[in-house]
């Protein structure tokens, strides 16, 4: 998946229908258990996309500039811990905000 959303072939359709729509599907749903709402609730869907955002940004691609040129498998599961905690964090803020 992560190869062909970086660097996209005519596959790119199946991999959207086959494993990013349902990942996102199930994303949505946890977020709506944790708001307590629907999952088209409009701050399920923004952070659903922030979340993907993140884990995106780690992608070869010219967006993902910023990242650190090189990582290891350590740093990209630090990487993939902070992006949890960070996500869970800023969850937790906009459900209480309500």
Known sequence: MMRELSD?????DVVMKKVVQPRMAYL???LASMFN???NDPRVERCAMSVQAQC???LS???AALRPKSMNERELDL???HIAQFSLGGVR???KSR
Do not use: D, F, Y
């Not at 996209?8 to 790119?12: C, V």
């Open 56 to 58: 995106l940004a780690l």
């Open 79 to 81: 990487m993939a811990q």
């Open 61 to 63: 691609h010219p967006v």
């Open 28 to 30: 949505r749903e946890v």
């Open 37 to 39: 709402c629907e999952t």
């Open 8 to 12: 996209p072939t005519p596959a790119l």
């Open 93 to 95: 803020a906009i459900a």
